[in-house]
């Protein structure tokens, strides 16, 4: 399925906090100013300063209007209003602002905490300097607290059974559509691990929080038990903070459809923080677009449902046609259902090539005969391919029948036919399975079964194998990316300042 587990795991935790820690002074980071080697109590929660100070309200009225006027595609006027789209395009353009305005500097060494009028000053600071400054900025530009927090924790590389933590903090949002969004602090610039400190790339990540804070609390974020006690100290769990993992960017399909030539750099950016993938990796997936337990088969192309998510994807387009900056969310769940199509449906199977790629999806495509018997490769009859038997009863060659004539793609989440813990717990609503002439899609074949979603087949995988899966791969990533790219320039158009 194409739901990502790569890294994923941030949306396993309780960003609202577990439990609240009443004391919030922590030893600091530095000593008073003119002495050496003593430092003092400090609350937390003053490294966060909001709407009420005058030098980051300045900052915004001045200095980040003028960068916003200068981005391409970016609009000043939603900046600053109440409508719909206005605190996510805040969130967007602050944290471009503090990627390209703040210059990265790796400290060594005593490394106290710079409080955010001071990384202003100096522009320049390291990862938790560049957190601590875009949470500030959120609140300033008048995002509630309820929204923002600045997580510490661990990020942990796994590779195989082995994983690398690496002492991280970075800063969480929840977006207008009510998801808590990663914002990373890291540099913009794609770049690779630095063989320093593991030379090779990670299967997948997670972010662990230990703790969250805002201006008005500090949570705990797992019971004490599980990693020390209410007794921390930030400087001496979090004074070794490696950002080059930040270098293991999104590598999607998102990246290779909008080169910058027709896509701002920072749209794309924006459009990456829908992403809990982090990593380098060759997939068709656009990221998971809802929670396991919201699955909708229209968002996903799934079940058979080929004409009804073609209409939701136009329907989405539609939305970011109509308003661009305030629906780049409509857009990126567009593109996901533009790659699942792709990615899960026999179309690929059936379709035309053209001088080695794959002829686009339209209601005018050629295709082959669109037969699922002996006399195709994609054998319903003889294949082993699977069936629900809990719906449909019928036989192989009964389920090639029905097939015949028909775009299809597999079954997912149908009741009493899980394949692993995901879909264990993913619906189809009540509403779907209610409908007559539901339990005929029983008869299709297993998703895992026919879905070409990654560069490899995946172990239940049945339909290809070796160079004819690479093969389907190519034509179906390739495809994707041109339909995604196209997608995008007939709808996007460029938003007055």
Not at 63 to 83: H, I, M
Not at 187 to 201: D, V
């Amino acid at each position: 399925m194409c739901f990502s587990n790569t890294c994923s795991n941030h949306r396993q935790w309780n960003w609202d906090g577990e439990r609240i820690i009443h004391d919030s002074i922590v030893p600091s980071s530095r000593p008073p100013v003119g002495h050496r080697g003593h430092q003092y109590d400090m609350d937390v929660r003053e490294f966060l300063v909001s709407e009420r100070n005058i030098v980051m309200r300045r900052t915004l009225e001045i200095d980040l209007k003028r960068f916003v006027l200068g981005l391409p595609g970016a609009n000043w006027e939603l900046f600053c209003s109440r409508s719909p789209g206005s605190f996510d395009h805040r969130a967007h353009l602050i944290t471009e602002y503090v990627a390209k305005e703040i210059r990265y500097l790796r400290t060594n060494g005593f490394d106290p905490w710079q409080l955010p009028e001071e990384t202003l000053s100096l522009k320049s600071g390291d990862c938790e300097d560049r957190a601590l400054l875009i949470a500030s900025l959120l609140l300033a530009s008048g995002i509630s607290s309820f929204n923002v927090r600045v997580a510490l924790g661990k990020f942990r590389a796994w590779f195989g059974a082995n994983y690398q933590d690496f002492d991280h903090i970075w800063v969480m949002y929840k977006n207008e559509s009510g998801m808590w969004q990663i914002i990373e602090t890291g540099n913009t610039e794609q770049k690779r691990l630095k063989p320093m400190y593991h030379p090779t790339m990670p299967d997948r990540a997670d972010y662990i929080p230990y703790y969250i804070f805002n201006d008005y609390h500090l949570w705990s974020m797992q019971p004490s038990s599980v990693y020390r006690d209410d007794n921390i100290s930030l400087k001496q769990d979090w004074s070794s903070l490696h950002p080059e993992f930040a270098g293991w960017v999104h590598k999607s399909i998102l990246n290779d459809a909008l080169p910058k030539s027709i896509c701002p750099p920072w749209v794309l950016r924006t459009l990456n923080q829908h992403f809990t993938s982090y990593l380098w990796r060759s997939s068709l997936t656009v990221d998971d677009v809802d929670y396991p337990n919201t699955y909708d088969p229209f968002d996903h192309f799934d079940n058979g449902y080929i004409d009804e998510s073609w209409q939701r994807v136009e329907e989405r387009l539609s939305r970011f046609r109509n308003a661009n900056l305030q629906e780049l969310d409509s857009f990126h769940k567009a593109a996901h259902g533009i790659a699942d199509f792709y990615a899960h449906t026999s179309y690929a199977h059936f379709g035309k090539i053209n001088n080695g790629s794959l002829e686009l999806y339209s209601k005018n495509a050629v295709l082959s005969p669109l037969v699922y018997d002996e006399n195709s490769r994609f054998n319903l009859v003889s294949g082993g391919f699977s069936t629900n038997t809990n719906l449909w009863d019928g036989s192989s060659l009964q389920a090639a029948q029905l097939c015949k004539g028909k775009i299809i793609s597999g079954r997912y989440a149908q009741h009493g036919d899980s394949n692993g813990p995901i879909e264990l717990v993913t619906f189809i609503s009540s509403d779907l399975q209610k409908e007559k002439g539901f339990n005929l899609r029983g008869a299709f074949p297993h998703h895992n079964e026919i879905a070409v979603d990654d560069g490899k087949p995946s172990s239940d995988h049945i339909l290809y194998t070796g160079d004819v899966y690479s093969q389907q791969y190519k034509y179906r990533y390739d495809a994707a990316v041109s339909h995604i790219r196209e997608a995008f320039q007939q709808n996007w158009k460029e938003s007055k300042k």
